[in-house]
Nanobody, 125 residues
Framework: QVQLVESGGGLVQAGGSLRLSCAAS????????MAWFRQAPGKERDFAAGISWKGGSTDYADSVKGRFTIARDNAKNTVYLQMNSLKAEDTAVYYC??????????????????WGQGTQVTVSS
């Protein structure tokens, strides 16, 4: 089992920044591919950013590319999502997810084995 706990969400004005953290604990958590998904009110949960467990590969949804950066610190079992130039449309609950697959980027909800409880990000315009 892997446990994921997100933190760092909150209310920010458009154009501002936030950094989300996802602390992982449990069995071989450092060898899981990680991702951030987000779910806006009334919408489906969508992939936002992903990073392979070796950390050599990252990818982003087109809507956040150039503004968000995903990174991981395997020594701390923590994954980060740095969010800059935030827009009102970034408002959502952000979820951290872990996949035990082969090192790589996974884009589908079904590819992930473990999920955090989510952290709310609200961007005011």
């Amino acid at each position: 089992q892997v446990q994921l706990v997100e933190s760092g969400g909150g209310l920010v004005q458009a154009g501002g920044s936030l950094r989300l953290s996802c602390a992982a604990s449990g069995r071989t958590s450092s060898r899981h591919n990680m991702a951030w998904f987000r779910q806006a009110p009334g919408k489906e949960r969508d992939f936002a950013a992903g990073i392979s467990w070796k950390g050599g590969s990252t990818d982003y949804a087109d809507s956040v590319k150039g503004r968000f950066t995903i990174a991981r610190d395997n020594a701390k079992n923590t994954v980060y999502l740095q969010m800059n130039s935030l827009k009102a449309e970034d408002t959502a609950v952000y979820y951290c997810a872990a996949s035990a697959g082969v090192s790589g980027i996974y884009y589908r909800i079904v590819d992930y084995d473990y999920w955090g409880q989510g952290t709310q990000v609200t961007v005011s315009s």
